[in-house]
């Protein structure tokens, strides 16, 4: 069993930042993908960014130059620093762990809030 948990969501202006954070706990292999994922209302889930256990990172366009993600492989923590915020931001954001046998384990979320 896997637990994502969660963290640093929250209101903000357009321009400002937030890191979340998602902190992994339970049996899983230390090969793996961590990544976030966002559903604005009325939209599919889409990807934000991915980390591999290796440090090898992805963007989606909208998060290249403004997003980072960032991996504590001993906390088996992910984080995501978000600049520059803007009102589409707006969203739930996931936190995702694939296995190498291609299972994904989800958070609950949290909720991100850009106000123009």
């Known amino acids: 069993q896997v637990q994502l948990v969660e963290s640093g969501g929250g209101l903000v202006q357009a321009g400002g930042s937030l890191r979340l954070s998602c902190a992994a706990s339970g049996s899983f292999f230390s090969i793996n993908t961590m990544g976030w994922y966002r559903q604005a209302p009325g939209k599919q889930r889409e990807l934000v960014a991915g980390?591999?256990?290796?440090?090898?990172?992805n963007y989606a366009d909208s998060a290249e130059g403004r997003f980072t993600i960032s991996r504590d492989t001993a906390k088996n923590t992910v984080y995501l620093q978000m600049n520059s915020l803007k009102p589409e931001d707006t969203a739930v954001y996931y936190c995702?762990?694939?296995?190498?046998?291609?299972?994904?384990?989800w958070g609950k979320g949290t909720l991100v809030t850009v106000s123009s």
């Open positions: 995702n762990l694939r296995d190498p046998f291609g299972r994904d384990y």
């Open positions: 980390i591999t256990s290796n440090g090898r990172t």
